[in-house]
Structures are given as structure tokens and as C-alpha cells.
């Protein structure tokens, strides 16, 4: 079976299989092969042809394949490349690069991370970076650093599943620290399904935006980055790396200072070159200098090998754990193995990594190039098969669904690809654990955002550092199944954030219906627990919580929370509290706040979930109306159904918000810059930073930055004091205004940083800490 894998390149050279898709071209140019193409020819082919073949190419070919075939064309074709120049072009072409000799207009300027500019996360493309540290000098170092702290670092023991996401290549529209405009940007927020994420590219470092490292975190979920060295570039490295006990002792302490540094939990390494069996003892030393020296710094990190150089030295895959990969095993915290092993290489597993099993990462390759099963929508396939066996799962590459424009749409594809893990594998996080709690349901991207119910931004936006935590919605291929469909919505105005559920189809008079919201495993202590909603619906379309209490010996108890016209529920559920509406927002119509207060002492919270229900009686249905809407006419039959759930929260009594005034802030100006531009207008960039003079930040993941303008006329259509413009949200205390266009006969400019606490209240604006700035004399 192995001899035929190897040999179907022979039949199939351009449409090849493929286990580590983007590995493809990226580093082809420095290879040798053969091919009659010319370079004048090539001048013919349209840049959509090249970015045609590349992508074929980067679908369907297997690296482990690509390997032999350059070895076979180097041994009959020594002196002729033209084959891999073809290729080479492609993937430049691919990249946005062209030659000088088809491109007229000058090259941009190099990147300079010394300068200020739109913060950015990055890689670093060479060990002299590394060595350096040069990295911690750059302007956006600071920008990087991860907000959100690992809030439970013990591991489970069972199998788990690994997630390496490697979505085009990485740094696309996750590079943008303080968001992007793509609402359409690239999202994972199924995070309750695995345990580790690996941030991947194919730059010699690839350091994780903090976006991921703040979701993962929030979500439970270790965040890797990946150092990888591959072809002949990556063979020089590797050479240099491990060319002293010394020099590799040096760069593993490189690689830790940065994890530690930017608050993520460790690496993958990805040797993808062979190394002269002289230097192996030094290429162990570097993998187990790295692993102690990360659990010395963060205990709970991670280390985790990828199975392709043996202790022998070479370049060799073997699709299982066994005597030529154990060793690099043994001084790490487990191994990611390739993806084309066969069920028989499970049945080592146990006999050769004794009680570290669950160490062991199975891959499975999502584009399906020679992966068990297929990949695609058969992943479930490789994962029944490892559940089965009592290992863990590695899954690379579920961008694929974003990649390959899964149909219908990438919200429900994905939804959908996700719910077949979940059903393979199950729920691997559970959440909320502790107190207080939050979630507006925001995917990190939307349409729009809100503060309160008020609309606060109008445009398209993406930024996954503001993803909150995501429900455990249920999803099935047959959506028809069920009454009332579920759904995160972005079109549908928010109460917080970009996203909010909705539930929307039919319900007859007396029916209820029940959607999983979150799976928790919450102890309830002497306090009474409070809980907050915000509802906007229909006026006979009911919204309540339904929530699941279990004790030590296993007995169980279900309160619904929902409003008075509740009898159809007494008989059904163990106890029915009326909630009572805190308040009715005045600026955003038709949103509701309710609130309830439970003492359980000793029950853990096992369930939270949503109630759908419709009152018995029409009479029932008027009282309901004047409860939620000033207008008691029903906008929609008796059967259809239509709500909107915008944020949850809970906490204990003791755990109110208390916001330091203003004046307990320091809120400075840095890389102060003002240019004019031709219309007479002033444009400014500046760097805001601010910290409490006493205490610590970490209750506020979250602020707000807005700017007031004042005018130094009195023209009603131009004076801007006391209107306020959402500039967007920082996680960390900083913020970079980048080429804001202030107009003529601004007077002075006032930068509020409203800051926002974990259970989901924000500060007053009047009251936020801010910035002056003189505009006049500048």
C-alpha cells in the first residue's frame, strides 16, 4: 500500500496529493528540475492562469510526494529547472509579486517595524532576527502581547484534539491588531470542541496574533506557534541551528522568551529538512532545552514535535510512533504524526508510548491528500476511527471550508463541518467555570456593532480578539427538522457587540422550545447567583432561560426563568422564577433587560440554555404584549415566531462593577504626528497609552476608544462638541490613531477610552479616563 502511495505521482504529476497543502511552492525556487517551458513563454500566460495552477497545485499536492519527485527529476535532469521556474512563477504570481521585467511601477519600501504605523502582528523569517531579539524593539511588539490569561492550564487526561489552523498561509486578515474592515474574514468559534490551537505559516517563526491567542484563552484553549525549517533555505537554518550544543541551547531560549513574552503556550516544531547524524544530539538538545525551559518559565506549556526527522538524521515520515521518532517524543510534550498512517500503526501507540498516549497526535489532513478517510467532509471518518482507538486527533488545515468556498455559505458551512467533530468526537470545554460571566455572542466580525443596544459603528469590521465566549448551538444537515432555527446574525441589529441569536420559525399557542446556549460545570457557593439578559421579539414570541442544577450524588433540578404566563411549564420543570425587567432601553427600541436572582448552595450548573415558548391564551398574548412593546398590535400570526437574544451575564452580589474614576488613569500621547493634506484639513496619527496609577487592569478586557471634536466656531452644521465617533476597541492599554482626518477650524480633540469590564458593563462615557489634544497650535 505505502509503494503504490509513492508511485501515483507517476500518473497524476500536476493534480498530486497532498498532506501539508501550502508547503507546496513556497520555497520551490531554490530547487532544481526539469521542463520545456521557456520564459518567454511564460510572458503569455495570464497572471488567472498562474493563480489557476497554483492553486491546483496547492489543493492537491502531498509534500511527502513533491519530496520524491524532486529528488527523482534532480537525479535524471541535473542542469534543466525550467519545470520548477514555471511553478515558482505561479506561486509569486500567486502573491501579488511580479518580475521587473512585467511590472513598471516602483517596489514599496521595505517594512520597517522601528516605525509607527497601523499595528500589525508579523513573523520572523531569520535566525539572525531571532538572535537578535530585534524583534522586542519594534514599534508593534507591544500591540502583540496577548490580554487574556490561560484561565485553567491543567491538561485533561484523555484524548484530545489538536487544531492547526494554516488558513492561506496565515497573517491575512488576522494580522491587523486593531481589526480590520472584512467582516467576511476568517473565523474559528467552535473552540468548546478542541483543546490545543497551532497558529502555522511557513516563515521560519510564526509568532500567533494576539486575536487567537485572546479567543483561544477565553475559550479554555492552549495556543501554539510554530517554528518550521524546509527545503534548502530551511537546511542552512537548521545546519546553523543545531551547529553547536551552544547555539541550539541560544535560539531555544529565544523561542521561549517570545512565547512567554507574548502570552502564548509554546511550539510546534517542524523540522522539514534532514540534519547530519553528527549534529542529532545537538537537534535533542534544542528540542529539550526549548521544553524545560518553557515549563521553567509557564508551567503548563507546551512542546509538541512533528513527526518527520528520525534520530538517524533524515528527512523520513513515518506516519506512526515508533524507535526512529520516539526519541525527540521523550524530551517533549507529545508529537504530531503525519497524516497518511494506517489503522495498523494505531495498535502501537499504547505498547510504544506507554502512559503517554494521549500525547500522541494523529494528523488529519482537512484538503484529504492522502489523509485516513478523505478529509473534506469525511473527517469524521479519521476521528471515529482515533476515538475509537483512544488517541488524540490533529486536525490541519479546517480553513479548507473557507479556502474552497464550501457551499451554501461559509457561516453555515462551517457550522456544519464543525457539528460532524463534535458528533465524532464530543464536547472537549466547558464553560462558564467561574464567575463573573459574559457573552454577546460576538463572532470577532459583523455587519455593524452596539454598546447597549446603541449602535456604535455602521460599517463592516473584523477583529476575533472581541469574540466572546460562543454558545454550543446545535446544528444539522437537515435544518427542516427543527421548529425554530438558531442562528448567531449579524444583519439582525445587536444589543452588544456584532452578534446576537436569533431564533426564527414557527410555534403554535402553548408549544416551548429549547436551544442549547452553553455546557458548564459552574459550583454554586453560598451567594445567590444573578442573571441578566437582553431580549428584543415579537410581541407573542417569549424568550426565558432555561437552566440545569445537579449535585455530588447526582440529583438534578431544571429552573425556567421567564415571565408570568408560565402554567404551562408547572408540571414540567422542577421550579418557574419570574424574572423582573430592569429596565427598557430608551435609545434602542424594543430591547428588553431582564434579571433574576437564584441561591443553589452546593449545585453545579451543568446547563444553559434558551427557552422559545409561546403563552396558552390569546389573553396571555395581550398582557405579553404590553409587557415588551408600547404598541399592543401583533406584528405576526399565531404560528410564526421571532426573537432575538442579545447577551447574557452572570455573577455573584459581590461581584458588581467598580470603575476607577477618571482621575485614577494616566492616559499619555506618543509618536505624536500632524500632516496637512491639499483640502486644508490636518491628519493625525498618535499613539495613546494609559494605565491605572495603582492597581492592575486584568477585570477590564476591554476599551472603547471615541474622539469628541470641539470647533472654535459656532456654525451648528460644523460645531462637533459633545458628539463622540467610535474609533474602535483596544484589549490591551493601547491605541494607535492612524491618519485621522481632523477639519479645518477644529479647536481641540478629546480621545475617551471607555473602559469595559469582564461581566460585560462599560463605564459611563462622561466619567471614562481620556486624552486632550490642542489642535489649533499644532
Same mark, same amino acid.
Given at each position: ?78 542542469? %534543466? ?38 499595528? @500589525? ?115 542552512? @537554518? ?72 528520525? @534520530? ?34 494505531? +495498535? ?43 488517541? %488524540?486527533?490533529? @486536525? ?27 458528533? +465524532? ?58 421548529? !425554530? ?122 446547563? !444553559? ?10 389573553? +396571555? ?15 405576526? +400570526? ?11 451575564? !452572570? ?128
Amino acid at each position: 500500500m505505502k509503494r503504490k502511495r509513492k508511485n501515483r505521482w507517476l500518473l497524476i504529476i500536476f493534480p498530486t496529493t497532498k498532506q501539508n497543502r501550502t508547503k507546496s511552492t513556497s520555497k520551490l525556487k531554490n530547487q532544481s528540475a526539469s521542463s520545456h517551458v521557456s520564459t518567454a513563454s511564460l510572458s503569455h500566460i495570464t497572471s488567472a492562469a498562474m493563480l489557476n495552477i497554483s492553486h491546483l497545485l496547492r489543493n492537491y499536492i502531498n509534500r511527502q510526494i513533491l519530496v520524491t519527485v524532486r529528488n527523482f527529476l534532480n537525479s535524471i535532469h541535473q542542469k %534543466s529547472h525550467s519545470l520548477f521556474l514555471f511553478i515558482t512563477r505561479s506561486q509569486s504570481q500567486s502573491n501579488g509579486n511580479q518580475s521587473s521585467t512585467t511590472n513598471d511601477d516602483d517596489p514599496p519600501p521595505p517594512f520597517d517595524p522601528s516605525e509607527p504605523s497601523v499595528p @500589525i502582528s508579523y513573523p520572523i523569517k531569520t535566525l539572525q532576527e531571532l538572535e537578535s531579539g530585534a524583534y522586542f524593539d519594534s514599534f508593534h511588539y507591544p500591540f502583540n502581547r496577548s490580554s487574556v490569561p490561560l484561565q485553567n492550564g491543567a491538561f485533561p487526561d484523555r484524548p484530545r484534539i489538536l487544531v492547526c489552523h494554516d488558513m492561506r498561509g496565515g497573517y491575512v486578515d488576522d494580522k491587523w491588531v486593531q481589526g480590520g474592515t472584512n467582516a467576511d474574514a476568517y473565523a474559528i468559534w467552535h473552540w468548546y470542541l478542541m483543546d490545543i490551537f497551532v497558529y502555522f505559516s511557513h516563515n521560519l517563526v510564526s509568532l500567533p496574533p494576539p486575536c487567537w491567542t485572546n479567543t483561544a484563552h477565553r475559550h479554555g484553549v492552549k495556543v501554539l506557534g510554530t517554528f518550521i525549517t524546509e527545503w534548502d533555505e530551511g537546511s542552512i @537554518i537548521a545546519d546553523k541551528l543545531v551547529s553547536t550544543k551552544e547555539s541550539a541551547c541560544m535560539y531555544a531560549e529565544r523561542l521561549a522568551e517570545l512565547a512567554v513574552a507574548l502570552g502564548f503556550d509554546g511550539w510546534l516544531i517542524n523540522m522539514e529538512v534532514g540534519v547530519s547524524e553528527g549534529k542529532v544530539p545537538n537537534l535533542k538538545e534544542f528540542v529539550s532545552h526549548l521544553t524545560n525551559t518553557m515549563h521553567s518559565a509557564l508551567p503548563g506549556s507546551l512542546i509538541i514535535w512533528y513527526d518527520s526527522v528520525t @534520530i538517524n538524521g533524515m528527512l523520513s515520515w513515518q506516519n506512526q510512533l515508533n524507535e526512529k521518532n520516539k526519541p525527540f517524543f521523550d524530551i517533549c510534550d507529545g508529537i504530531f504524526v503525519n497524516y497518511l498512517w494506517t489503522v495498523d500503526a494505531l +495498535s502501537f501507540i499504547s505498547p510504544v508510548a506507554g502512559d503517554r498516549k494521549y500525547d500522541v497526535y494523529m494528523g488529519i489532513d482537512v484538503f484529504g491528500r492522502g489523509t485516513f478517510g478523505g478529509g473534506q467532509w469525511k473527517t469524521n471518518v479519521a476521528l471515529d476511527v482515533l476515538k475509537k482507538s483512544d488517541v %488524540s486527533a490533529a @486536525i490541519f488545515a479546517p480553513g479548507w471550508v473557507y479556502e474552497t468556498n464550501q457551499p451554501p455559505d461559509f457561516q453555515t458551512a462551517q457550522n456544519l463541518w464543525w457539528s460532524l467533530v463534535e458528533k +465524532s468526537w464530543g464536547i472537549s470545554q466547558n464553560y462558564p467555570e467561574v464567575l463573573p460571566f459574559y457573552s454577546n455572542f460576538d463572532q470577532g466580525r459583523g455587519l455593524h456593532s452596539s454598546a447597549e443596544g446603541r449602535q456604535v459603528l455602521e460599517t463592516p469590521w473584523n477583529n476575533l480578539s472581541s469574540q466572546g465566549f460562543q454558545p454550543f448551538l446545535k446544528f444539522s444537515n437537515d435544518a427542516n427538522l427543527e421548529a !425554530i432555527q438558531v442562528s448567531v446574525n449579524f444583519k439582525e441589529a445587536s444589543y452588544s457587540g456584532g452578534g446576537n441569536i436569533t431564533f426564527k420559525g414557527t410555534l403554535e399557542n402553548g408549544d416551548h422550545f429549547i436551544a442549547r446556549l452553553f455546557r458548564s460545570e459552574l459550583l454554586l457557593g453560598d451567594l445567590p447567583v444573578h442573571f441578566t439578559y437582553s431580549v428584543k421579539s415579537e410581541e407573542n414570541s417569549l424568550v426565558g432561560l432555561l437552566l440545569e442544577f445537579s449535585t455530588p450524588t447526582k440529583k438534578t433540578k431544571s429552573v425556567i426563568v421567564a415571565s408570568s404566563e408560565t402554567n404551562q411549564f408547572s408540571s414540567k420543570f422542577s421550579e418557574v422564577i419570574e424574572p423582573r425587567q430592569v429596565k427598557r432601553q430608551e435609545t434602542a427600541p424594543g430591547w428588553v433587560v431582564e434579571e433574576t436572582s437564584i441561591a443553589m448552595n452546593g449545585y453545579t450548573i451543568t446547563g !444553559i440554555n434558551a427557552l422559545c415558548y409561546r403563552p396558552e391564551s390569546e389573553n +396571555s398574548m395581550l398582557r405579553i404584549q404590553s409587557r415588551y412593546s408600547q404598541d399592543s398590535a401583533s406584528t405576526c +400570526s399565531p404560528a410564526e415566531y421571532f426573537a432575538v437574544l442579545g447577551d447574557i451575564a !452572570i455573577r455573584t452580589s459581590g461581584q458588581n462593577s467598580d470603575f476607577p474614576p477618571y482621575s485614577s488613569w494616566q492616559v499619555e500621547a506618543q509618536y505624536l504626528k500632524w500632516t496637512s493634506n491639499s483640502q486644508g484639513s490636518k491628519i493625525l496619527s498618535v499613539k495613546i497609552s494609559w494605565k491605572l496609577k495603582h492597581g492592575n487592569v486584568s477585570q477590564f478586557p476591554k476599551y472603547n476608544i471615541y474622539v469628541a471634536a470641539k470647533q472654535s466656531d459656532e456654525n451648528p452644521e460644523r460645531r462637533l462638541e459633545g458628539s463622540r465617533k467610535y474609533l474602535g476597541s483596544a484589549h490591551m492599554e493601547a491605541f494607535f490613531v492612524c491618519d485621522l482626518d481632523v477639519p479645518s477650524g477644529t479647536e481641540s480633540l478629546k480621545f475617551i477610552i471607555q473602559v469595559c469590564s469582564v461581566d460585560g458593563t462599560s463605564q459611563k462615557l462622561d466619567g471614562s479616563p481620556f486624552l486632550l489634544l490642542d489642535v489649533e497650535n499644532n
